[in-house]
C-alpha cells in the first residue's frame, strides 16, 4: 500500500523567512495530494491541494509543487507569520473518496 | 453551520468496557471516516464509509467497529478497549465523488486505563 515520509519532522523559521516541508510517496497511481494544517488542540484543515496533472499551485504566500517522476511533492510558506506556527500534515490519495494516507507531521515554529 | 460533531471531546475509561464516540455531520457528505492520531505516527485511517450500509477497512482496523445506517452518522465503536487504543480520535467527512476536502470534527481524546 502507499507509505507517504515528510520531513522535516521539526521545522523553527525567523519571521518573515520561508519554510519548506517536503513528502515523498511510494503509490505511482496516487493522484490527489492535500495539506492539512492542524494548530495545537485544534481539527486539521485543508490549506491546499494538487492534482496530479498539475506541477505547481499557489495561493497567497503558500505553494505546493508535484513532481511526479520522483514521487515528491513539497509545501512552500513564504513571509511566515507567527500564526503559521502549526503541525502541517501531506497525504496522499488514489482514485475515488478519500482514503487519504497522512505523513506524520511536520512541527513548524515562526519564531518572532 | 456545516460541522462534523464528535462526541464526547474526552473520555478515560478502563480496559474491557465498551464504549461509542459519536460522529455527526450536517452537510449531506457521503463519505465519512475514522482516523486515529498518535505523536510521530500522523494520522491513520480505522475505517470508511462510502455511503449508508456501504463501510470498509482503513489502515488499522483492528479493535474497533463502525456502522452506517443514516448517511449523517458514523459512530465508532470499542468493544473491549485496550490502553494501546489511548489516542486523539478524528471523525471526517467529505462528499467523496473523487477527491475533495475531507471536514474535520473536534477530535476526541481517549484514555484507557
Known amino acids: 500500500g502507499e507509505n507517504v515520509e515528510q520531513h522535516p519532522s521539526t521545522l523553527s523559521v525567523q519571521e518573515g523567512d520561508s519554510a519548506v516541508i517536503k513528502c515523498t510517496y511510494s503509490?505511482?497511481?496516487?493522484?490527489?495530494f492535500p495539506w492539512y494544517k492542524q494548530e495545537l488542540g485544534k481539527r486539521p484543515q485543508l490549506i491546499i491541494d494538487?492534482?496530479?496533472?498539475?506541477g505547481e499551485k499557489k495561493d497567497q504566500r503558500i505553494a505546493v509543487t508535484l513532481n511526479k517522476t520522483a514521487k515528491h511533492f513539497s509545501l512552500h510558506i513564504t513571509e511566515t507569520q507567527p500564526e503559521d506556527s502549526a503541525v502541517y500534515f501531506c497525504a496522499a490519495s488514489i482514485g475515488y473518496g478519500q482514503n487519504f494516507v497522512f505523513g506524520p507531521g511536520t512541527r513548524l515554529s515562526v519564531l518572532p | 453551520e456545516a460541522q462534523v460533531t464528535q462526541n464526547p471531546r474526552y473520555l478515560i475509561t478502563v480496559t474491557g468496557k465498551k464504549l461509542t464516540v459519536t460522529c455527526s455531520q450536517n452537510?449531506?457528505?457521503?463519505?465519512m471516516s475514522w482516523y486515529r492520531q498518535d505523536p510521530g505516527l500522523g494520522l491513520r485511517q480505522i475505517y470508511y464509509s462510502m455511503n449508508v450500509e456501504v463501510t470498509d477497512k482503513g489502515d488499522v482496523p483492528e479493535g474497533y467497529k463502525v456502522s452506517r445506517k443514516e448517511k449523517r452518522n458514523f459512530p465508532l465503536i470499542l468493544e473491549s478497549p485496550s490502553p494501546n487504543q489511548t489516542s486523539l480520535y478524528f471523525c471526517a467527512s467529505g462528499l467523496g465523488q473523487g477527491n475533495t476536502e475531507a471536514f474535520f470534527g473536534q477530535g476526541t481524546r481517549l484514555t484507557v486505563v
Open positions: 494538487i492534482r496530479s496533472n498539475v
Open positions: 503509490d505511482s497511481a496516487s493522484n490527489y
Open positions: 452537510m449531506n457528505h457521503e463519505y
